[in-house]
């Protein structure tokens, strides 16, 4: 069986904001560990390029909340940016995921409208 080839998903603009504070509520992750986790996660329906991801952790550290820190990877003799999820990016991931909840219960009416009979 030739392998899946995954649709083409344009994500929402701060839609990939909302996933990397998610991913990093696991855990410190460095930029390729984060694209892996969020492609594994959703079964390669999301592959975040590299000049997607960086521009936004750039971001993400500018507002204060994540934070890098550059370490020595287990096992390898190679410096790693970690980031960690910031207390300010905890309540930013509380706020986002909120509005991504409104905003999918609001397509799903539109999707999927209650009928009268």
Do not use: C
């Amino acid at each position: 069986m030739p392998p899946r080839t995954p649709p083409n998903v344009v994500l929402l603009q701060g839609t990939l904001d909302m996933l990397i504070l998610r991913t990093l509520l696991f855990g410190a992750a460095h930029g390729h560990g984060i694209s892996s986790f969020i492609q594994q996660t959703t079964q390669d329906a999301l592959i975040v390029e590299h000049g997607s991801l960086y521009p936004a952790l750039h971001r993400l550290e500018r507002k204060g909340w994540i934070a890098g820190k550059w370490d020595t990877a287990p096992n390898r003799n190679r410096e790693y940016k970690y980031y960690r999820l910031t207390p300010l990016g905890r309540k930013q991931l509380v706020a986002e995921q909120s509005k991504w909840e409104e905003l999918v219960r609001a397509i799903g009416r539109v999707m999927q409208p209650i009928t009268e009979e």
